[in-house]
């Protein structure tokens, strides 16, 4: 059987009628890996430093606590490495996820991928996958806190720095989340 | 002499721009992957699409290959390059949470944000939870941080930890890449029926 390597849509519509709009495929991960290994080498050749994510966040959570006290923002040990002398929004890795978002609208409209919708298995609802996917991100922001990074900022960037630090951060993250994959699998499966 | 930023100043402005421009490759490669679906983000768990793995490690080892053929030709100086210094009680700590996260969630920080770009009101919520984490994490816990900083140890590569210099690294990595992508396969044919029905 060759039906192998046309992946349908996460959301692929049934129905022959309106065939023209479904979603096209995703490329091949091999072919999206090296253009993504690409950007990352430019990142590096132009920045010297390569891609991140996490700050972005961090420099946002500062400007809001600076919205309700500036001394506040510049006295936390934390926020102050993000509040950029009373700038925190114009910080290189909020740009860059600024970026991130135009770049995934235009492929998204050219693959005709673009749907309002919740992501999730068939046996849970939209209002609990809304709950599990933003208690996720809390969690997930904890240990990118912890780690200096998260899967941008230490698997990408530090892995191809060959960090062995990045790597043990690799397998830690696979780990966990292999381990929880069973108790969690009525979201996904 | 690479990197740019080693020799040139650029204005706040053209750094911010050159962030954008690049962002933008980043996000365009996100949403070609379907890293904007959080069914196909955690499907590398449940074994039925390995495309999270193929695609990260491919990226890696072509980053990888890349800055040592550059520094290698004398184009490019990797002493220049930032590193986040190592600490492997936090690196592997925070990992584990990150993973837990990870699953849970259905998306790490950068794929929310191209989710978010198509349409994922689950990845809205997951940056949202990302933003009170970060926030919580600042104002409830800076002692965690200071841990963290505390612990630090230099830079550690495998390079320098091994003696045994990048190009050999570069060339184990393709090759395991290659063998990794043959088990993948495999995987993604043994756990075909996994795959949940669309909703």
Redesign the interface.
């Known amino acids: 059987m060759a039906q ?1 390597l046309a ?6 519509a ?1 129905g022959a009628s309106d065939l023209g709009r479904q979603p096209r495929p ?2 091949n ?2 072919a ?20 991140g ?2 700050a ?3 420099a ?3 400007w ?2 600076g919205l309700i006290s500036p001394e506040l923002a510049a006295s ?4 102050a490495k993000y509040w950029n002398d009373g700038a925190p929004l ?1 910080s ?2 909020l ?14 409209l050219q ?1 005709r ?10 046996r849970v609802t ?1 209002r609990q ?53 069973y108790p ?2 009525k ?3 | 002499m ?5 020799s040139i100043e650029w204005s ?1 402005v053209v ?20 890293f ?5 983000l ?2 590398v ?2 074994l039925w ?3 999270v793995v ?11 290959a ?2 040592f053929l ?1 520094s290698s030709l004398g184009v ?1 100086s ?1 002493g ?9 009680a ?34 809205m ?15 409830l816990t ?1 002692g ?3 841990w ?1 900083e505390a612990g630090t140890q230099g ?5 320098t ?1 091994t003696g045994i210099g ?1 190009g050999w ?1 570069v060339s184990a990595f393709v090759v395991f890449l290659v063998f990794a ?1 043959w088990g993948m396969s495999v995987l ?2 043994r756990f075909a029926r ?1 795959r ?4």
């Open positions: 192998t992946e349908p849509g996460p959301v692929a049934s995703y490329w991960p091999y999206v890996g090296f253009l993504l290994g690409l950007v990352l080498l430019a990142t590096y050749a132009v920045k010297g430093r390569g891609l994510a996490t972005a966040f961090s946002v959570a500062a809001l606590t936390n040990a934390v926020h114009q290189w890795t740009f860059l996820l600024f970026g991130a978002f135009l770049g995934a609208l235009a492929s998204g693959g991928r673009m749907k309002l919708t919740v992501e999730r298995g068939p939209d996958r809304l709950a599990l996917a933003f208690a996720g991100g809390l969690v997930a922001a904890f240990g990118a806190k912890l780690a200096r990074g998260c899967t941008s900022g230490q698997a990408l960037t530090g892995g191809s720095m060959l960090s062995v630090g990045s790597l043990v951060f690799m397998l830690a993250v696979f780990t966990a989340a292999y381990g929880l994959a969690v699998r979201e996904w499966l | 690479l990197p740019l930023a080693a706040v750094d911010l721009a050159i962030a954008l421009g690049l962002g933008a490759g980043f996000g365009f490669a996100l949403e070609r992957a379907g904007g679906s959080a069914r196909k955690t499907a768990f449940y699409d390995m495309a193929k695609v990260m490690f491919t990226a890696i080892v072509t980053a990888m890349g800055l550059l490019l990797l220049d390059l930032f590193l986040e210094p190592t600490n492997l936090a690196q592997g700590l925070g990992g584990l949470v990150f993973g837990a996260g990870f699953v849970l969630g259905g998306y790490c920080p950068g794929t929310s944000i191209a989710a978010m770009a198509t349409g994922r009101k689950d990845a919520a997951f940056a949202l939870g990302m933003l009170a984490g970060v926030w919580t994490f600042a104002q800076p965690l941080d200071a963290v830079e550690l590569t495998l390079p930890l990048m690294w992508g993604e044919r996994l949940p029905p669309a909703i």
